[in-house]
Every structure is written in C-alpha cells, then in structure tokens.
C-alpha cells in the first residue's frame, strides 16, 4: 500500500459525458502527479500541483483538466469523453517534486471505460 | 529528456540474479537514472536511482558504467513477486530548475519469473 488512494477504482460511462476521478495523497506529501496508461501509448505524464498551484504540464487534452484543493487532494475532470480515453489513471504523490528528487508513490488508478 | 532503450523482454529463474540493462548514450552530466517498476494490475513502484555511484538499497542495486552511457538494475534473488515491467527513466534536475518532477517513462521491460 503506497499510501497514495485513488477512487473510484472502475468508472463505465458513455461518450459525450464527464467524470472526475479523485486522488488521495500520502500524508505530507505536496505535488500531486497525474498520469494516464492506454495500451498505445503507454505511461504519459499529464500534469502536476504542487501545493494548490499548477505546476507542469504534459501531453494533456484541452478537455482534460485538474485541480489540487486546500487538504491537498487532487480532483481530475474528463470531459466530452470519446472511446479513445478509456484508460487507467494514476494519480502519484512524493513530498516536493523538484530539484532535490524524491520518490514517487502512486495509488492503484482508476480504470475509466468509455462504451 | 535524453532517451533510454531497454529489451522489450527478460526472462529469469526464481532465485537466481537478473540484470537488467539501459542504454542512455545521450544522458547528460545532471540526468539522474531512475528505476521504477510495475507489477501486474498496479500502479508504478519506486526500486532505485543515482547519478554516478553505484547503489544498494533493500530492493536492488544500480551499476552504472563509467561513461554513465548504460546502466544496469540488478535484483540478486529474484522471486516470483518480481515479476513486472521494469522502466529505466532519465530525469534532468537543472533542466526543470526545481519545479518539476514529472517522470517521462518509456515501454520498459517485462520481466517473466520461472519457478
């Protein structure tokens, strides 16, 4: 158990719809990382927080978008789903996220199936 | 990021020593060598990092050449619950000047465990 919890861990929905998946940190811990793993293209980086703030970005949609609250918790919104973001979603923690290196600890993702 | 290639496959015995290879012929002198692994059915799992000296922790070491071109992860005893995809990363430090920690993760290697 890495501490870091994910919920819910299986979402069915539709095309044309929207979902938040919602994302724990370990305690302590400030960057909040999200990364999406589709069987194309593998493990992708989408965006960090750290503290309330965004703080890099990678490959994510327009329609993909997040926010880290006061307690530090992570919420990330899909919106006008297509069949190509089914997915598993990992949401990842470590203490800063920064120059001085620490780990990552990922939760146990939400697999998002979109019919 | 400088780009890492690994074997898209291993195989080992249980209990016997495995060593997992990663070219990084591009690495630069601030690019820290990560390895993280993902067992089936879960999110990523930190094993080890270093930048030029070897390393031990509980889980594996981590030999780099002199060069720092290659690295490899060894696991000294492998068991059946070490069977995973195992991802070398590269990550600049200078580069993201202390605001970024996102992890660029490639397609790794499977690593099967026979009994």
């Known amino acids: 158990d890495s501490g870091v919890t994910q919920t819910p861990k299986h979402l069915i929905t539709a095309t044309g719809q929207r979902v938040t998946l919602r994302c724990s940190p370990r305690s302590g811990d400030l960057s909040v990382y999200w990364y999406q793993q589709s069987l194309d293209q593998g493990l992708q980086f989408l965006i960090q927080y750290y503290n309330g703030e965004e703080r890099a970005k990678g490959n994510i949609l327009e329609r993909f978008s997040a926010q880290q609250f006061p307690d530090l918790h992570s919420e990330l919104n899909l919106s006008s789903l297509e069949l190509g973001d089914s997915a598993l979603y990992f949401c990842a923690s470590s203490v800063s996220g920064g120059r001085n290196y620490n780990e990552q600890f990922f939760g146990p993702g939400t697999r998002l199936t979109v019919l | 990021d400088a780009k890492t290639t690994q074997p898209n496959s291993m195989e080992s015995n249980e209990e016997e020593p495995v060593h997992l290879p990663c070219n990084h012929s591009?690495?630069?002198?601030?690019?820290?060598i990560h390895w993280y692994r993902q067992l089936p059915s879960q999110g990523p799992e930190y094993v080890i990092h270093g930048l030029t000296s070897n390393v031990n922790n509980r889980m594996a070491s981590l030999a780099i050449a002199e060069d720092r071109k290659s690295s490899t992860l060894i696991l000294h005893r492998a068991t059946l619950r070490d069977a995973a995809v195992y991802y070398c990363?590269?990550?600049?430090?200078?580069?993201?000047?202390?605001?970024?920690?996102?992890?660029?993760f490639g397609k790794g290697t499977k690593l099967s465990v026979k009994p």
């Open positions: 591009t690495i630069s002198g601030t690019d820290y």
């Open positions: 990363i590269l990550r600049d430090v200078s580069r993201y000047g202390g605001s970024q920690g996102n992890l660029i």
